[in-house]
């Protein structure tokens, strides 16, 4: 299927456009911080190639639907684009290059041979069923064609998406390749069943990481997790596994908030007992009988230590902003709080752990599931996370290190560290002529 580029104007237009305006002012404040060079500047500001695919695919009643689907590849100067694939309704062009950008800068802040790119469909899949996602995961997979493959472009799970999905693509991508290649390709996404090449502990790593550069953090406070309060929005995969982390070494969740309800309990909420809650009730808290419901607009107010935002980009606004009572912003989705809001944040001596860093768990594991199958070995759980504590501690205290040093605030150290990789490269490579 031809692959084309178009404007989309559908559901999420407004959202979307105000990510890609954050992450450019994000990116211009610390290329201009570090004087990047403007050559250099030109090139991070656009991405490489913008993929828009068309594709029908056969209902379960007999009737065919025709879906949207991208792949934005914002950079490769230090190995291939990597990122998640997700089914939302707001997913469109202008959010895939906002998320594909945060990509680019999470993978250099990590050190990994990685670059960035980030895509999916926009679709609610609650609307479908089983079948039918596989139908449309696999016409999906077969319409990018070969603008993914495991030296170039590497999807992972992202919002909506998971191991199932992963497993779907792996399939169909290797089998439309020639039969000696079958077996060399499953590295062509990440996230996998442990069945077929997972990692063990992939499920769990952004979460993990989540909680790891939160503890990191009041570390150099000379602070503790235990009897900490904190709030999740979102309870997923990421809100979930950070809780669950962060409950296990002394903390305290009183509310959480999905696009089911806002839960509340001064007293605490089980971890566990929500998960399991949430799993029976097809992934909505809403009814959970151990904490009251709230208005969805108090929850960022609620008064606590932490304040993780797990769901989509843009959750903390200049409207909701300067009522949040948290000192610390530990950022699990990518993009959750607006340029403005954060203006307001840093004014009230609100810290912010950044996407970059604190949800970078995911594609550090990634990395390591990536290399696990191209060396065909396996991974044991411990030695993941141990690995990953490694890594994740190593990027937190260069971030927090450069910080410090420099005055400015977290999210400014990281895209300072993340570019001048990049920097590096393009200088000693060269642009092709």
């Known amino acids: 299927m031809n692959a084309t580029i178009i404007n989309n104007k559908k559901t999420g237009k407004k959202v979307a456009q105000g990510m890609m305006q954050n992450v450019l002012e994000q990116f211009n ?164 069943p442990d069945g077929i090449g997972g990692l063990e502990g992939r499920d769990r790593a952004t979460g993990y990481g989540v909680y790891i550069t939160i503890k990191k953090y009041l570390q150099n406070q000379n602070e503790t997790l235990k009897n900490k309060t904190f709030i999740v929005q979102g309870f997923g995969n990421v809100g979930y596994w950070a809780s669950k982390f962060l409950e296990d070494e002394g903390a ?48 960022f107010s609620i008064n606590c230590n932490i304040i993780i935002p797990a769901a989509l980009g843009n959750q903390i606004t200049q409207e909701n902003a300067s009522g949040i009572k948290a000192k610390l912003i530990a950022e699990g989705a990518n993009g959750p709080i607006d340029n403005e809001a954060e203006k307001i944040l840093i004014a009230n001596g609100v810290d912010i752990i950044p996407d970059i860093l604190c949800n970078s768990g995911g594609v550090i594991a990634s990395y390591f599931e990536w290399l696990q199958n191209r060396n065909g070995e396996h991974w044991s759980l411990d030695k993941t996370l141990v690995k990953l504590n490694q890594k994740l501690e190593e990027s937190f205290n260069k971030v927090y290190t450069y910080s410090q040093e420099e005055s400015i605030d977290m999210r400014k150290a990281a895209y300072c560290i993340a570019i001048k990789r990049i920097e590096k490269a393009y200088i000693q490579r060269g642009i092709f002529p």
């Open 29 to 192: 404040s610390a290329a201009e911080y570090i004087d990047l060079h403007r050559d250099i500047q030109k090139i991070l500001k656009i991405t490489n190639n913008e993929i828009v695919v068309h594709f029908p695919v056969k209902m379960d009643d007999g009737t065919v639907e025709v879906f949207t689907g991208y792949r934005v590849q914002h950079n490769n100067a230090l190995g291939p684009y990597k990122g998640g694939l997700r089914y939302h309704p707001t997913v469109d062009i202008d959010a895939a290059r906002a998320l594909a950008m945060w990509m680019t800068w999470k993978t250099s802040l990590a050190g990994l041979p990685f670059g960035g790119g980030k895509g999916g469909i926009q679709l609610d899949p609650y609307k479908y069923s089983n079948a039918e996602l596989e139908r449309i995961t696999r016409r999906f997979t077969y319409a990018l064609g070969d603008n993914i493959g495991p030296e170039h472009d590497i999807p992972a799970p992202d919002v909506n998406t998971n191991s199932q999905t992963m497993a779907w693509i792996a399939d169909t991508y290797m089998s439309s390749q020639l039969p000696a290649k079958r077996s060399n390709n499953q590295h062509v996404v990440t996230g996998k």
């Open 252 to 299: 305290v969740l009183i509310a959480v908030q999905d696009a089911s309800a806002t839960l509340y309990n001064s007293n605490g909420i089980e971890v566990n007992s929500l998960n399991d809650y949430n799993y029976i009730n097809e992934n909505r808290i809403a009814g959970f009988p151990h904490a009251e419901m709230i208005e969805k607009e108090e929850f």
